[in-house]
């Protein structure tokens, strides 16, 4: 059976910037695989190359077995896309942006109609088809995109940020919806995200990218076991280190201001004694890592959720205001 | 087989938004309404122009103007289409660029041509009186110049990262192409410096020959008119689809 993603030295190069940085990558068929990573990291650009809408600088990838410069056709046929940005019509009905895309897809006619139905009802937006996008709210939207990914039988799924600008309650949904076309459908879904929190809850194997590298590979468990202990988060009032980071079971310190962050191995047996040494503590809290940990482990920053290249909202906003 | 139901998906959506946005229909026929009611109307109650009265004599002119202004927004809209909804998607589908430019085109040529047939409409309130053959002639004019027009727009459009050049678009090629056009003027005397962006003014090949059709005065024979125009329409498509291949 042949990989639903192979990259072989993918490449993108932006003038001077390395966006994308020579990617061996393998993607098996069956997961919910996570690309994870700032804004700015490459993970949009890694996907922009899968699926076909942007031409690698240096080396190439196969997407379910076809090439992604030579067969581009047979690739984007074989993939469903749901972008950041909303790409459905909002002048059209849900159900007519679903026909118009099995149009597009391909979708042979006698297919059509059900197909539609039964895309439909795997978001729950069967009694809202016939509306108006425009009266949609912003999950609803979403939800109709992921059936529309999913209406001409692709074998992966991309879904670039899913959950972006989504307050949590739908993103609770969306991410149930997920779950469920995966269990229904059998697809491969490659999600792009830069939310901690999504990524543990979704994938089954996260790919931890850093100037468009990647710098870590593993289930999202086994990212979090190779922290090696837990978080002990504290603020002290002129913390004294130097004793602290020459204790055997501290794994690594790290200090922002008054807050400072420790990994240590198997902390309530060792917290007396770290409180005792480093000064006046005024608040403290133990905790198992996360993969916000497992980032900063990595590559000594933590994910910010504001970046340069400003929020989707913001972007919509620019572009609506034009019109 | 595809890429003949990919151009009909293209095109039923054009279909779409130009019965559901009442307004834009609504708004893009003002303009040519006023400038037929009041410029014709105030000015033709004291000029008449080769043996018609003024608001006759500008009727072509004006027809031609509400399928230029039509047609280069539209294509000029794609500027947002890039950035956001539908087009994305049409982007990423499985078709080649020159489907995806034929549906756009042709979309976005019939939704002219309707302004331009709502126009012909008012045509007969003001008293010019067609029969089937002139009809079907300025049904084909208008969509040649509406194809031409489509494409330039969209050319433009395709080449333009945001929208803060449509003013300049507007000032200094939609304006003078409509004004260099012999629409509100005769352009058989003409003084030289004016002559020359008449004669390279697309155009004025249709504002003439829509008014040999519907008026019975040309200065060229409408033959020509046509013959042009058509290579000014090959010209642009050509360009357009070449355009959209380059399209990210």
């Not at chain 1, 006698?110 to 809202?128: A, F, G, M, N, P």
């Not at chain 1, 307050?167 to 901690?196: F, G, S």
């Not at chain 2, 509406?146 to 330039?152: D, K, N, P, Q, T």
């Not at chain 2, 008026?215 to 042009?228: D, E, F, T, V, Y």
């Amino acid at each position: 059976m042949v990989s639903a993603v192979e990259t072989d030295g993918l490449t993108k190069r932006y003038g001077e910037l390395l966006a994308v940085d020579r990617l061996d990558l393998k993607i098996e068929g069956g997961e919910i695989f996570g690309l994870l990573g700032p804004n700015g990291a490459g993970k949009t650009t890694i996907l922009s190359m899968l699926a076909t809408l942007l031409k690698p600088t240096s080396g190439t990838a196969r997407v379910n077995g076809h090439d992604i410069i030579e067969q581009p056709h047979e690739v984007r046929r074989s993939i469903g896309i749901v972008f950041q940005d909303p790409s459905s019509d909002d002048v059209l009905t849900g159900r007519e942006n679903l026909y118009l895309h099995a149009l597009m897809f391909g979708v042979p006619k006698h297919e059509r109609k059900q197909k539609i139905d039964y895309v439909l009802s795997l978001v729950d937006l069967q009694d809202r088809a016939n509306d108006i996008v425009k009266k949609y709210s912003g999950g609803m939207r979403r939800r109709l995109e992921l059936a529309r990914g999913l209406l001409h039988n692709p074998r992966i799924l991309f879904l670039d940020e899913p959950t972006l600008g989504l307050d949590p309650q739908t993103r609770e949904h969306i991410w149930q919806y997920i779950e469920n076309l995966v269990k229904a459908e059998k697809v491969t879904v490659i999600i792009t995200t830069h939310y901690m929190d999504e990524a543990d809850r979704l994938c089954d194997r996260v790919a931890i990218i850093d100037h468009g590298k990647i710098v870590a590979l593993d289930k999202p468990a086994a990212l979090k076991a190779k922290v090696g202990g837990e978080i002990i988060k504290l603020r002290v009032r002129s913390p004294r280190l130097e004793p602290i980071k020459d204790l055997d079971y501290v794994l690594s310190v790290d200090q922002s201001g008054s807050t400072l962050l420790l990994t240590v191995k198997d902390a309530s047996a060792h917290l007396q004694e770290i409180l005792g040494t480093i000064g006046q503590v005024e608040s403290v809290e133990v905790r198992s890592p996360t993969l916000n940990d497992v980032f900063l482990n990595y590559t000594g920053r933590e994910i910010r959720e504001e970046s340069g290249e400003g929020g989707v909202f913001e972007r919509i906003a620019r572009v609506r205001s034009g019109r | 087989m595809g890429e003949l139901e990919g151009f009909y998906a293209l095109w039923y959506r054009e279909m779409k938004v130009f019965t559901r946005e009442k307004s834009r229909i609504v708004s893009s026929l003002v303009t040519p309404l006023l400038w037929l009611v009041v410029f014709g109307g105030g000015l033709g109650s004291a000029v008449s122009l080769g043996g018609v009265n003024y608001q006759i004599f500008i009727f072509p002119g004006i027809l031609a103007m509400t399928i230029l202004f039509s047609s280069v927004f539209f294509g000029l809209y794609i500027v947002w289409d890039k950035k956001i909804d539908f087009f994305k998607e049409v982007l990423v589908a499985p078709l080649s660029r020159v489907t995806i430019f034929a549906g756009k085109m042709v979309g976005g040529s019939i939704d002219a041509l309707l302004q331009g047939a709502a126009m012909l409409v008012l045509g007969v309130v003001l008293g010019i009186r067609y029969n089937l053959l002139t009809l079907v002639l300025s049904f084909v004019f208008m969509f040649v110049l509406a194809s031409a027009l489509v494409s330039l727009g969209l050319i433009i459009g395709s080449n333009m990262e945001s929208v803060e050049g449509f003013q300049l678009i507007i000032s200094f090629l939609v304006f003078p192409m409509f004004f260099f056009s012999g629409a509100l003027f005769p352009i058989d005397n003409l003084p030289s410096y004016l002559l020359l962006f008449t004669v390279i003014d697309p155009v004025t090949y249709a504002v003439d020959g829509l008014r040999g059709l519907l008026l019975g005065s040309s200065q060229l024979p409408i033959a020509l008119n046509m013959a042009i125009l058509a290579g000014f329409a090959a010209v642009m498509i050509g360009i357009g689809t070449w355009s959209f291949k380059r399209l990210k």
